[in-house]
C-alpha cells in the first residue's frame, strides 16, 4: 500500500441552500475541490459520492453519474454512490483511499452531499429512521433524537452524567460556529436557553440536536510522492478505518458504548502508530449532544463515563487537552446527512493548512469521526499535515 | 398473540436469546435457534417519550419508548402504555400486554416482576 494525500478540498456553506439543487450542491463542492487541488478534471480516474437518503426526500436516485456528468468529468471513469446513513460521506473517502493506496488508480475524486430542507421535519424524520431495522425497532416510531435519548438516560443512570453536561456540549458548539462561515448557526446560545428550549425525545431537547441542513463537500485524492506538485501543503492520510456495529438497540450488551467506534479507532490508531494523546483537533459526529460524550470516550480521549465531566472542565474546548468540533460541530455547523463525513475533512484539512477559522494552534494530527444509523456504520480517519 | 409472551429464540450451542428474526446466532455462529415461548414481564433498561416522530406516528406524539430487559436478560425495544399516567424510570417492573403493527406493547407491572420466563 502507498501513501495516500489530501491534493484539494472544496465545500458549500452547510444550512439551508435555498435554490440550490442537490445536484448543483455536489457539483459546486466538486468544482472548487479540482479548482483547489489545480487538477484538470481529465485527471480523474474514479469518482465516489457518499449520499443517504436522496430518493425520500427530493425523488433523485442514481446520483454519482449525474454529479459526474454535471462536472464533466470523461466517460471512462466509473462513478459510483456509497451509502451508509450518517456515515456515507467518510465511507466515500475510504473508497477513493484504497484506490489510490493499491495503485489502482492515481487521482480520486470524492464527495458527499445531501439536500434536506425542501422537505418538512416530518419527512426527514422519517427517512432517517429508514435505517433502523424496520423488522423490530422501525416499527415502535422510534426515531434517531429517541435511539441517542435511550443512551442518554441509561449515560446517566450509569455514569452521573448531568442534564447539563449535555446542554454544555451545545453551548460548546454554537460558539464554534459563531467564527464558522460555513456554518447554519453562527449564533451562541447560553446554558438556560439550551435546558428551557423544548422536548424532543426526552431527556433530549431542541438545542441537544443537529440540524437538518442542505451542503455539499469534496476532496481530491492522490499518491503521496506526488502531492507537493500540486498543493504547497498536502495532508496526508495515515488512516482511514470503517466498521460495522449493531443495527438494533436492544442487541447491544451497553448501549452507552458504540462498538463501532472502538474498533474503528483502534485500527485507525493502530495503522497511523498514534495513540489518542497525540490528536491535536478533532472534527466527531456530534449529530446529539450526549453522541459527543459517548464518542468522546469511546475514541480513547477521555475513560468510559467522564465525557461529560471533560465537557464541564472545559477540556474540549479550543485551547483545551483536545479540542472538539471547532467547526462548531454537527449540532452548529448542520448535518447534511451524506455530506457529513467529507464536511468533517474539509475542516480539518484547514486546520492542517493552518487556515481555519478556529485554528488550533500548531495542530499537525487531526482526528474525523463519522457515524451511520445505531452506530451500525463508523469511520476514523486519521490527517497529518507535513512538517 | 397476546398472553403467551414474545417469542424467543435459543441457540442450542451457547446458549444465547434473540430477538427475531435470525438465522444464525450471532454470538457463536451456530445455526441451531429453537423458539421459545414466554417473555411476559421484565424492567425498564432504558426509555424515552417520543415528541417529534416521523409522518406515519404524528397522530400519536407523545408516545413511550423503552429498552425492556426481560426476565432472563433478553433487551426488546418496546412501546410502554401508562395505565395510570405512572412515571417511567430504570428498573420499573413491566409486563408484555400485546403485540401489533408497532411491535410490542408493555404495560407497569404493579405486582413486580415473577419468573413469567
Keep these: ?387 | 398473540m397476546g398472553c403467551q409472551g414474545i417469542i424467543i429464540l435459543h441457540c442450542s450451542s451457547c446458549q444465547a436469546l434473540h430477538v427475531p428474526s435470525k438465522l444464525v446466532c450471532t454470538r457463536c455462529g451456530g445455526e441451531n435457534l429453537t423458539q421459545r415461548s414466554g417473555g411476559t414481564s421484565g424492567t425498564i433498561y432504558s426509555f424515552t417519550t417520543i415528541y417529534t416522530a416521523p409522518t406515519r406516528f404524528c397522530d400519536q406524539v407523545p408516545y413511550d419508548i423503552a429498552l425492556v430487559e426481560l426476565t432472563g436478560g433478553v433487551k426488546v425495544t418496546a412501546r410502554v402504555e401508562r395505565v395510570r399516567g405512572e412515571s417511567l424510570y430504570i428498573g420499573m417492573p413491566v409486563r408484555f400486554s400485546r403485540q401489533d403493527e408497532h411491535g410490542f406493547w408493555f404495560k407497569p407491572d404493579q405486582h413486580g416482576p415473577n419468573s413469567g420466563f
Design chain 1, 1 to 387: 500500500m502507498r501513501g495516500v494525500s489530501i491534493i484539494g478540498v472544496g465545500t458549500t456553506p452547510f444550512g439551508i441552500c435555498e435554490g440550490m439543487s442537490l445536484k448543483e450542491l455536489a457539483c459546486k463542492a466538486c468544482l472548487d475541490a479540482l479548482k483547489d487541488a489545480g487538477i484538470d478534471k481529465r485527471e480523474i480516474q474514479a469518482f465516489y459520492v457518499g449520499n443517504f437518503i436522496s430518493g425520500i426526500l427530493v425523488g433523485q436516485e442514481t446520483i454519482a453519474p449525474l454529479i459526474a456528468n454535471g462536472i464533466g468529468l470523461p466517460k471512462d471513469v466509473p462513478a459510483t454512490k456509497v451509502e451508509g446513513a450518517c456515515c456515507s460521506g467518510g465511507i466515500a473517502l475510504r473508497h477513493g483511499y484504497l484506490l489510490v493506496a493499491t495503485g489502482a488508480a492515481d487521482f480520486v475524486l470524492v464527495a458527499g452531499v445531501e439536500k434536506m430542507t425542501s422537505a418538512s421535519t416530518e419527512k426527514n424524520t422519517e427517512g432517517l429512521a429508514s435505517a433502523f431495522d424496520q423488522e423490530t425497532e422501525g416499527r415502535t416510531g422510534l426515531t434517531f433524537p429517541g435511539f441517542f435519548a435511550l443512551i442518554a438516560r441509561r449515560h446517566m443512570h450509569q455514569y452521573g452524567t448531568k442534564p447539563e453536561h449535555l446542554a454544555l456540549v451545545s453551548v460548546k458548539n454554537h460558539s464554534n460556529g459563531v467564527s464558522n462561515p460555513r456554518a447554519r448557526f453562527r449564533n451562541s446560545v447560553s446554558l438556560d436557553e439550551v435546558m428551557a428550549s423544548r422536548i424532543i425525545a426526552d431527556p433530549l431537547r431542541l438545542y441537544d440536536c443537529c440540524p437538518i441542513s442542505d451542503g455539499a463537500a469534496a476532496a481530491v485524492l492522490c499518491p503521496s510522492d506526488i502531492a507537493a506538485s500540486f498543493h504547497p501543503r498536502p495532508v496526508d492520510i495515515l488512516a482511514v478505518a470503517q466498521t460495522t456495529g449493531y443495527s438494533a438497540t436492544y442487541e447491544m450488551e451497553d448501549p452507552t458504548t458504540l462498538i463501532a467506534t472502538v474498533k474503528a479507532a483502534k485500527q485507525a490508531y493502530e495503522m497511523a502508530n498514534i495513540t489518542p494523546h497525540d490528536v491535536d483537533v478533532a472534527e466527531i459526529h456530534d449529530c446529539f449532544t450526549i453522541a459527543e460524550i459517548v464518542d468522546s470516550e469511546d475514541l480513547g480521549f477521555f475513560p468510559k463515563g467522564r465525557g461529560g465531566f471533560a465537557v464541564e472542565e472545559g477540556q474540549t474546548l479550543l485551547g483545551g487537552k483536545i479540542p472538539i468540533n471547532p467547526s462548531g460541530g454537527l449540532i452548529s455547523k448542520g448535518h447534511p446527512v451524506g455530506a457529513t463525513g467529507l464536511g468533517q475533512i474539509y475542516e480539518l484539512v484547514l486546520q492542517l493548512r493552518g487556515e481555519h477559522e478556529n485554528q488550533v494552534k500548531d495542530a499537525e494530527i487531526g482526528l474525523a469521526h463519522n457515524l451511520g444509523g445505531t452506530g451500525q456504520l463508523c469511520t476514523v480517519t486519521i490527517l497529518r499535515r507535513r512538517v
